[in-house]
């Protein structure tokens, strides 16, 4: 596609319940980052896609979430048994492969968690 | 301390004035990235830099590998500059960003 699409853009669920959210990166890149953004703070790092190697998951803040990238493109990221502290803007990010190339971000989707 | 730090956290400039946002960072870098993210809107790459300077319109950012610093600069500021300016760094042989907690812009009529 043109750009990064997240899906939804907005979700709100009540705490216990799992939620996924869903990347389409850029076609071809082979880089995916998600990230967050809670209320009034800075963003986030949670975890980062390459190709085929294992994802760098060090930024996940709980066991409770997990992320996964089928076929090298589309990636999930699952929440589970959420959390108020959960609610947040998740963004993801596609880039083409390498340090110092341009990342491109979505327009995130907003979790609130009631 | 942050990994990376900007100055300043938040900005009121009158439109027309020339701005400067500041960006230092405690790390080796490979790349450092300028970003910019409307209220409520999605986050747009402006610049990335591993050296020197760049210009795209009336945006300029240089950076300093030595000084670990980084400056955004606006000229002619319009009150659709206004947003939060994040500075972003991937750190040798790590491609993810590290942020710094933004400076929100308000550029007035």
């Known amino acids: 596609g043109a750009g990064v699409s997240q899906s939804p853009s907005n979700k709100v669920t009540e705490k216990g319940k799992d939620v996924e959210l869903r990347c389409d990166p850029i076609?071809?890149?082979?880089?995916l980052y998600w990230y967050r953004q809670s209320l009034g703070q800075g963003l986030e790092f949670l975890i980062y896609?390459?190709?085929?190697?294992?994802?760098?998951k060090s930024g996940l803040p709980s066991d409770r979430f997990s992320a996964e990238r089928t076929g090298g493109s589309v990636s999930t990221l699952t929440i589970q048994r959420t959390q108020q502290e959960d609610s947040a803007v998740y963004l993801c990010a596609s880039s083409s492969q390498g340090a110092d190339t341009e990342a491109f971000f979505g327009q995130g989707t907003r979790l609130t968690v009631v | 301390k942050n990994e990376v730090e900007q100055s300043p956290q938040n900005l009121t400039a009158q439109e027309g004035e020339f701005i400067t946002i500041n960006c230092s960072y405690s790390v080796g870098i490979s790349a450092l990235h300028w970003l910019q993210q409307h209220p409520g809107g999605g986050i747009v790459s402006l610049f990335m830099l591993s050296s020197g300077k760049k210009k795209h319109g009336r945006l300029i950012a240089t950076i300093n590998i030595q000084e670990k610093h980084s400056s955004l600069h606006i000229t002619a500021s319009h009150p659709r500059d206004s947003a939060v300016y994040i500075c972003a760094v991937r750190s040798g042989g790590n491609e993810k960003l590290t942020f710094g907690t933004g400076t929100r812009l308000t550029i007035i009529p």
């Open positions: 896609f390459q190709g085929n190697s294992a994802p760098d």
């Open positions: 076609s071809g890149h082979t880089a």
